[in-house]
């Protein structure tokens, strides 16, 4: 987050705002984002350019922040 408040300080605060509205979304709507392949459990919500990766706790439907990544990275290893 410093390199984007550092190179993007007008829109930093924006998109932060706007990444934790989407994600505060999955409170109602935990499914909302697509199944990850070959990963059971695990879901994946698009904030172009990040991917938010998270999982379903149905018994206490809650919804775990597993990853917050980068697009143009490797996925993540779970």
């Known amino acids: 987050m410093r390199w984007s408040w550092q190179n ?3 829109t930093t ?6 990444l934790l509205n989407h994600v ?3 409170g109602d709507f935990p499914f ?6 070959g990963r059971t459990g695990i879901r ?3 904030h172009s350019p990040l991917h938010v990766y998270y999982q ?10 597993l990853h917050f ?10």
């Open 8 to 10: 993007h300080p007008a």
């Open 24 to 26: 505060q979304l999955l």
């Open 56 to 65: 379903v706790l149905e018994d206490s439907r809650e919804v775990e922040i």
């Open 44 to 46: 994946r919500l698009q």
């Open 13 to 18: 605060e924006q998109f932060a705002n706007s």
């Open 32 to 37: 909302l984002g697509v199944p990850v392949r």
């Open 69 to 78: 990544w980068h697009g143009k990275r490797r996925g993540p290893m779970f």
